[in-house]
């Protein structure tokens, strides 16, 4: 959780969206409404809360609310314990509301790792995401 | 597969290797006298990388008279991209999901 941004690994997934971010946030904290568009939950918006997110496939993610900056921020940690480290995964996803002409833009962060690979990346200290980015390109590039 | 994850983090941790390997995914193959023109440090040292590259399937090596060529293998990284492109393409998924619910509350 405090591991420098370069020691992390992260997925960002951005959406403009024409809804106000009062609705939008409604969407993000609300129990039935959670349950809607992402997973059935116990969720509660304050800071400490610990939850369960249950996926349809029968997996189980352990969360505890990090951040509730209201209409603006929401984060919380998403663990998933497994036997097999390939399916373990810490991670913490932050969702950002900013307001435009038009709606919303919506920002999702879920940076973490796995188990084994915090243990990997821990002994390199930057790069890791640019080197990343950059081979994701090559990879596409040679596909 | 963990212990081959690990192995293949554990070989790109090294800045020097990390290089070596970027730049033969860049230019594609090159020779060991080419790589260590670029490297800035001693031929046996990059014949050392190479030699842990392509033990964790990073590099691939042909020989040709007496040169010895490496390339890049591209598929080796697939555990490293796998990860955030998986999630990638949840939490897609999941933002249509959540449009979907926006239209709804409308009415």
Request: proline share 6%.
């Amino acid at each position: 959780m405090t591991a420098a941004p370069g020691e992390t690994l992260s997925v960002v997934v951005e959406r403009d969206i024409p809804h106000p971010p009062e609705k939008i946030w409604r969407a993000l904290t609300q129990p039935h409404l959670i349950a809607d568009w992402l997973m059935q939950n116990d969720f509660s918006p304050s800071v400490g809360h610990r939850f369960n997110l249950r996926g349809d496939w029968g997996g189980v993610l352990d969360c505890e609310v990090l951040e509730v900056e209201p209409h603006k921020t929401l984060a919380y940690t998403w663990n998933f314990q497994h036997d097999d480290p390939a399916y373990a995964l810490n991670s913490v996803v932050t969702f950002t509301l900013t307001p435009t002409a038009a709606g919303t833009r919506l920002r999702m962060e879920q940076a973490g790792f796995r188990p084994e690979q915090k243990q990997a990346f821990g002994g390199a200290k930057a790069g890791w995401q640019q080197f990343l980015a950059k081979l994701e390109e090559v990879v596409a590039r040679a596909d | 597969m963990p212990s081959d994850h690990d192995l293949l983090f554990r070989t790109l941790a090294d800045p020097s290797r990390r290089a070596i390997f970027e730049r033969l995914c860049r230019d594609g193959e090159q020779t060991v006298g080419a790589l260590t023109a670029q490297a800035g440090i001693s031929q046996p040292a990059v014949s050392k990388h190479l030699g842990v590259l392509k033990q964790a399937g990073l590099v691939r090596d042909r020989h040709e008279g007496r040169q010895t060529h490496y390339r890049a293998q591209l598929s080796a990284l697939a555990p490293l991209i796998d990860w955030t492109s998986k999630m990638t393409g949840f939490w897609e998924r999941r933002f249509d999901a959540l449009e979907d619910l926006l239209k709804r509350m409308d009415q």
